[in-house]
């Protein structure tokens, strides 16, 4: 599990990396007020959390996942964590905090984070079918 959550959680982070270098990242902190570098520390720590919940619920559960292979599983489990993160935390931070226009940071957040989760949902899906043997990716 842990290999696969590390694993997972560079594949965010790296996707983390790339987004933070555009333009729109650029203006997304700037109107949330986001410091670069606690951001980078933090997506890296979240990349962890997740990986960590993906890999254990890819291993623990994986015969009840309604997919046919470890890739799709992963992608299914990252899409679940993603929509559940969005509704938890980003929905009450964009439409309470008084942004001048929320709709617009909201999905801004949701592109960037629907990223994200995929590329840790596709790596950990990958590297699960790699390591193990009697399935395909």
Do not use: H, Q
């Not at 997304?28 to 960590?52: C, F, H, K, N, Q």
């Not at 929320?102 to 984070?113: G, K």
């Amino acid at each position: 599990m842990v290999v696969l959550a590390v694993a997972g959680a560079a594949g965010f982070w790296l996707v983390n990396l790339a987004i933070s270098l555009t333009p729109l990242a650029a203006e997304y902190r700037a109107a949330l007020s986001i410091a670069y570098v606690p951001m980078v520390l933090e997506a890296l720590l979240g990349g962890l959390i997740i990986g960590v919940c993906v890999s254990f619920c890819l291993l623990r559960f994986f015969d009840r996942i309604p997919a046919n292979t470890p890739m799709s599983k992963s992608l299914l489990l990252a899409t679940l964590g993603f929509v559940i993160a969005t509704l938890a935390l980003d929905v009450p931070a964009k439409f309470t905090t008084g942004l001048s226009d929320p709709m617009r940071y909201f999905l801004m957040s949701a592109v960037i984070n629907g990223l994200r989760f995929m590329a840790l949902g596709a790596v950990v899906g990958y590297l699960y079918g790699r390591l193990d043997g009697r399935t395909t990716t």
